[in-house]
């Protein structure tokens, strides 16, 4: 069974440096964000944000829409907002597996995050 506590521990350590090392997570980006068929997504969850690659990603192709991007670590989401200041998203900081959505959503979407 995954331990969510390790998880957590380990991705806030390694916040800061952590695009130093994920060239594998960025390919995957590249590739899933191009395989999206929605054209007109106005509300968009992104689960495991991580440090915002792939939010930015999502932000680019659709710039008009509500994203809510969500991630277990409190230092991850901290590296997203520095990256996204003024793009308009909604960082939280939780467990996307325990996460309560308050809205409905046109596309929900995760890149490499679920262990």
């Given at each position: 069974m995954v331990n969510k506590?390790?998880?957590k521990e380990n991705f806030s350590k390694h916040a800061r440096e952590y695009d130093q090392y994920s060239?594998?997570?960025?390919?995957?980006a590249s590739?899933?964000?191009?395989?999206?068929?929605?054209?007109?997504?106005?509300?968009i969850l992104d689960l495991?944000?991580?440090?915002g690659n792939y939010t930015k990603?999502?932000?680019?192709?659709f710039p008009k829409s509500l994203i809510k991007a969500v991630d277990?670590?409190?230092?991850?989401?901290?590296?997203?907002?520095?990256?996204?200041?003024?793009?308009?998203?909604?960082?939280i900081i939780a467990d996307a597996e325990q996460f309560k959505l308050d809205n409905g959503f046109d596309l929900?979407?995760?890149?490499?995050?679920?262990q």
């Amino acid at each position: 069974m995954v331990n969510k506590a390790i998880i957590k521990e380990n991705f806030s350590k390694h916040a800061r440096e952590y695009d130093q090392y994920s060239k594998v997570q960025n390919f995957c980006a590249s590739k899933l964000i191009n395989e999206i068929g929605c054209k007109q997504c106005h509300n968009i969850l992104d689960l495991g944000c991580g440090t915002g690659n792939y939010t930015k990603l999502l932000r680019d192709k659709f710039p008009k829409s509500l994203i809510k991007a969500v991630d277990i670590s409190r230092a991850m989401v901290e590296v997203s907002k520095e990256k996204l200041s003024n793009q308009k998203i909604e960082f939280i900081i939780a467990d996307a597996e325990q996460f309560k959505l308050d809205n409905g959503f046109d596309l929900v979407t995760s890149n490499a995050s679920f262990q």
